[in-house]
C-alpha cells in the first residue's frame, strides 16, 4: 500500500505527517514488534509498561522502516519526527493501518472468531478440524500457537498485537487459507488487537472470574467479552453466533445479542434456537452421542474426553451448522480423530493409572477438569498444580479450593514465579490450603514440593492402580519462567519419561 493512500484512509485522525515521510513508496509490511521490521516496512510505536514504541525508532529506520505511526502526544526529537505520522488514538490505528497493509485478509477468508474464559482454545481446534473436514486450508490463532500448515510459532499472549494477527492472517491468505480461527481475550478486545478482523461467526463458550488483576471486576471483563458479538465493526453482514447458556453470563448475552444466534447447553432442547448437549456421554474412550441442529442429526465419536468438552464440541458444531458448511462434512468431522495440545492429554504407558497434563490455571477451568475427571475416575485423583507470578492473586487461595474439595491428593509447587520469590506463592497456597482443611468436610492431602520436576515424580511414585494423576497448569508450555532465567520445563515429557523407566514396553 502507498504511505499517501494509508494517510488518507486514517483520516482526520492523522495530526503531522513528517517532511521526510515518502509519501508515494510502498509499504510491503507493518508491525508492532521493533525486532520484525524489515525494509520498506511501517512501524507502529505502541505504548508500553515496561518501554515504548517509540524507544525503537533509531533501530527501526535503521533496519529499512519507511515510516512509522506514533502517538500524537509522543516526545521524539525532531530528526526521528520528521520521519513519523502522527496519529490520535493510537492503538486503534495501528490496527487499521496494519489491516489495511495486509489487504484487509479476513475480508477474503470465512473467519471465526471464539472468546470466553474456558474452553477457547478447544472450541477453536474443534472449529479448524470442522472447516478442514469441508475442504477449507484453515490458518488458526489461538493460545497455544499461531497456525497454518506446515508452519507453527508459539504465542505470547492469548491474542498477539493487532499488527502481527494482521501479518499471520495475510501471510496464510498469500500462500493459500480460505479459513481463518481466532481465539479472541477480553485483552484483546480493550486493546484493539482485533480491530480489522470482521467476522462469519461467533462462539461465546462461558465466563467466570479470571484476569482480575487487570479488570476492575467481572462486569467490565463480561463487558469487554461481549463486545465481539454487540459491535457491528466485528461483524460481516452474514455474521451469526452460537452462545453458551449453561451460565448466567451467556444468557444475559443471549437476551441482548443482535447477531442471528442459537443457544447451546446441557439443558434440553425446547426450540430449534436451542441446542443440547445432554445426549452426549463421556466413556473411557472419548464422547459419544447425538447433537442435534435446525432438524439435522449430527453423531459425535470422538477421542475427546470429559464432560465440558461436551459443550465445545456442541458450540463448535452449531456455529459450523448455522455458518452453512456442508452438513455431511461436518458429519465427517465429528467422527474423526481430534487431539487439542495442552488439553487433557494422556500420556502414554503401560502404567495401571492414568496420566493427564492439562492447562488448567483457574478455579473454573480446574473444577471442571477434576468434575470432568471425576467420574472416569476409579481409584484417586492426584493433581500436581501452582499459581503463577505477577498474574491475578486470587488464584493463590481459589485453586487450593478447588483442589482440596474434589481431588483426593493436592501437591503444591511452582508455576511460573516470573519475578516473584517462589516461596512467596507456595506459602500463600500452603497457609490458605491449610486454612481450608478445617472447613472441608472430606478434605485432600497435601503435599508440598516447590521442584516441578520434583514434584511431578513424586505423583507418579504415588499413584496406585486405577488412580488419575493430573498435572495441571503448564498444559502446552515447555518453560518455567523465573526472575533471572527461563528454564526447559515440559510436564508431558517429563512425565513421558519416568513412566518409561518405571513401566517399560
Not at 208 to 225: L, M, R, T, V, W
Not at 428 to 456: L, Y
Not at 462 to 481: N, S, W, Y
Amino acid at each position: 500500500m502507498e504511505i499517501n493512500r494509508l494517510i488518507e484512509l486514517l483520516d482526520e485522525d492523522v495530526v503531522t505527517v513528517g517532511s521526510q515521510v515518502q509519501l508515494h513508496a510502498m509499504l510491503t509490511g507493518a508491525h508492532s514488534d521493533s525486532r520484525r521490521i524489515a525494509e520498506n516496512d511501517l512501524f507502529i510505536a505502541l505504548p508500553g509498561v515496561r518501554s515504548q514504541g517509540t524507544d525503537y525508532l533509531t533501530k527501526v529506520f535503521e533496519n529499512g522502516a519507511l515510516a512509522a505511526l506514533i502517538p500524537d502526544d509522543a516526545d521524539i526529537s525532531s530528526e526521528l519526527d520528521d520521519k513519523c505520522i502522527r496519529v490520535k488514538h493510537i492503538r486503534k490505528n495501528g490496527a487499521l493501518a496494519a489491516t489495511l497493509v495486509y489487504g484487509n485478509p479476513t475480508q477474503h477468508m470465512l473467519t471465526f472468531g471464539v472468546t470466553g474464559t474456558n474452553g477457547k482454545t478447544s472450541t477453536c481446534h474443534l472449529l479448524k478440524h470442522l472447516l478442514e473436514a469441508c475442504g477449507h486450508k484453515v490458518v488458526m490463532l489461538t493460545t497455544v500457537a499461531h497456525e497454518f500448515g506446515d508452519w507453527r510459532e508459539e504465542t505470547p499472549n492469548t491474542t498477539p498485537d493487532a499488527a502481527l494477527v494482521q501479518y499471520v492472517l495475510g501471510n496464510a491468505k498469500l500462500q493459500g487459507a480460505t479459513a481463518a480461527v481466532v481465539e479472541v481475550s477480553a485483552h484483546g478486545i480493550l486493546l484493539d488487537r482485533i480491530l480489522g478482523c470482521q467476522f462469519d461467526g461467533v462462539v461465546f463458550t462461558n465466563l467466570s472470574a479470571d484476569h482480575q488483576d487487570c479488570f476492575a471486576g467481572i462486569e467490565p471483563y463480561f463487558n469487554e467479552k461481549q463486545r465481539l458479538f454487540m459491535e457491528s465493526v466485528y461483524h460481516k453482514p452474514n455474521c451469526v453466533a452460537a452462545i453458551c447458556t449453561n451460565d448466567a453470563f451467556g444468557k444475559r448475552l443471549a437476551e441482548q445479542c443482535p447477531l442471528p444466534h442459537k443457544t447451546f447447553s446441557f439443558e434440553p432442547a425446547t426450540a430449534d434456537t436451542h441446542v443440547s448437549a445432554n445426549q452426549l456421554t463421556v466413556t473411557p474412550e472419548g464422547i459419544r452421542g447425538d447433537i442435534t441442529v435446525d432438524g439435522q442429526l449430527l453423531k459425535v465419536h470422538t477421542s475427546l474426553t470429559s464432560s465440558f468438552n461436551c459443550l465445545n464440541i456442541t458450540g463448535a458444531a452449531t456455529l459450523a451448522v448455522m455458518a452453512n458448511l456442508p452438513i455431511e462434512r461436518i458429519r465427517q468431522g465429528l467422527l474423526a480423530p481430534l487431539q487439542v495440545p495442552g488439553r487433557l492429554m494422556k500420556v502414554p504407558s503401560t502404567a495401571p493409572f492414568e496420566v493427564i497434563v492439562d492447562f488448567a490455571h483457574t478455579d473454573s477451568s480446574m473444577s471442571n477438569l477434576l468434575d470432568g475427571l471425576r467420574p472416569e475416575c476409579q481409584g484417586r485423583l492426584l493433581v500436581v498444580f501452582g499459581a503463577g507470578g505477577d498474574k491475578d492473586p486470587a488464584r493463590r487461595t481459589t485453586l487450593p479450593e478447588v483442589v482440596i474439595d474434589k481431588a483426593d491428593v493436592g501437591v503444591i509447587t511452582l508455576d511460573n514465579p516470573r519475578s516473584e520469590p517462589p516461596m512467596n506463592i507456595i506459602n500463600t497456597m500452603v497457609g490458605h490450603w491449610q486454612e481450608m482443611e478445617k472447613q472441608v468436610a472430606n478434605p485432600a492431602s497435601c503435599h508440598v514440593e516447590p521442584d516441578r520436576t520434583t514434584a511431578i515424580h513424586w505423583a507418579l511414585s504415588q499413584a496406585q492402580p486405577k488412580d488419575i494423576v493430573v498435572l495441571a497448569g503448564k498444559g502446552h508450555e515447555t518453560t518455567q519462567i523465573f526472575a533471572d532465567r527461563v528454564e526447559h520445563h515440559d510436564d508431558f515429557a517429563i512425565a513421558e519419561a519416568w513412566l518409561k523407566d518405571h513401566y517399560p514396553q
